[in-house]
T-cell receptor
Framework: SQQGEEDPQALSIQEGENATMNCSYK?????LQWYRQNSGRGLVHLIL?????REKHSGRLRVTLDTSKKSSSLLITASRAADTASYFC????????????FGKGITLSVRP | DAGITQSPRHKVTETGTPVTLRCHQT?????MYWYRQDPGHGLRLIHY???????DKGEVSDGYSVSRSKTEDFLLTLESATSSQTSVYFC??????????FGPGTRLLVL
């Protein structure tokens, strides 16, 4: 079963606008990660936030984590057409041998 | 991109035939993973390895086996392919078991 579930399933915005994507999960985690996938390609890691962190930034990306609500959000500021892709959250809830559980993904379309 | 390749990149096979997919890395990472990606399901973990000859099952391991005889190679075998195994297969690697780096994927069609 999926651990992380993203919301919305699809998002369409105008270039220059901000995009906010949400992820909810069910069990306690060690960390939560966001990945991007361009059409026909492999996933690319964007950012990792640990369970003891509340917010992290990387360039135009801002991720927050609320462990009390078991949720995370990914904000992409000043979006560009090149940000058009699918975005996945993944949670690490494992013990000694780390493995991730991925959500089903959010399709982001940025209109020029 | 991390030094990770998958072969073949595309394969068409018939039901009942064995199929082996190869993942090769040049990063000397400890962890290697096999996922399948299907519409409506996202990525699901098939098997993973945490060292040479150390493997474990993932969420959807039935019908699949793996082997890792050396650090750089992780093989996924479908012993007798079925149409339900038509999918896109991704290999991933990780050094510390946190951030994962993905290969380009293998598109498998089982007729």
């Amino acid at each position: 079963s999926q651990q992380g579930e993203e919301d919305p399933q699809a998002l369409s915005i105008q270039e220059g606008e901000n995009a906010t994507m949400n992820c909810s999960y069910k069990t306690s985690i060690n960390n939560l990660q966001w990945y991007r996938q361009n059409s026909g390609r492999g996933l690319v890691h964007l950012i990792l936030i640990r369970s003891n962190e509340r917010e992290k930034h990387s360039g135009r990306l801002r991720v927050t984590l609320d462990t009390s609500k078991k949720s995370s959000s990914l904000l992409i500021t000043a979006s560009r057409a090149a940000d058009t892709a699918s975005y996945f959250c993944a949670t690490d809830s494992s013990g000694a041998n780390s493995k991730l559980t991925f959500g089903k993904g959010i399709t982001l379309s940025v209109r020029p | 991109d991390a030094g990770i390749t998958q072969s073949p990149r595309h394969k068409v096979t018939e039901t009942g035939t064995p199929v082996t997919l190869r993942c090769h890395q040049t990063e000397n990472h400890r962890y290697m993973y096999w996922y399948r990606q299907d519409p409506g399901h996202g990525l699901r973990l098939i098997h993973y390895s945490y060292g040479v000859k150390d493997t474990d099952k993932g969420e959807v391991s039935d019908g699949y086996s793996v082997s890792r005889s050396k650090t750089e190679d992780f093989l996924l075998t479908l012993e007798s392919a079925t149409s339900s195994q038509t999918s896109v297969y991704f290999c991933a690697i990780s050094s510390l078991g946190e951030t994962q780096y993905f290969g380009p994927g293998t598109r498998l069609l089982v007729l």
